[in-house]
């Protein structure tokens, strides 16, 4: 088998799943310490189209809905996510809305 990277294993992933299905990646749980933290980079990787969309736009209402996700589970989420620099979220534009700006590089540099 070849010896791929891990982002290059997870494209490969997107390419040929034509679900709707949330993915779970365990590396997002370890990186962040936490399996909601890790779950939601995980859907902000696949709702950016594995990193090539930027920013995305998202409510916490859609994110609850995605996830099954509590309000609270989806504030400490994404508070964690922000403590380790790995997101920046801003709200822009009339009518407000959330834009998420992810520092993948970030976060593949300490992948891999």
């Known amino acids: 088998m070849e010896n791929k990277s891990f982002i290059e294993f997870f494209n490969e992933l997107a390419k040929e799943d034509k679900s709707n299905d949330i993915w779970y990646i365990p590396e997002f749980a370890r990186l962040t310490g936490s399996a909601k933290s890790g779950l939601l980079i995980s859907y902000f990787y ?19 809905k995605d996830l099954n996700f509590s309000r609270g589970e989806v504030i400490f989420a ?26 993948w590089s970030k976060i593949i540099t300490i992948k891999e």
């Open 46 to 64: 696949q709702k950016s189209n594995c990193g090539k969309i930027h920013p995305i736009r998202l409510t916490n209402k859609q994110i609850e």
């Open 78 to 103: 994404k508070k964690k996510i922000k403590e380790l620099d790995f997101v920046e979220i801003k709200r822009e534009g009339h009518p407000s809305a959330t834009w998420y700006y992810i520092n």
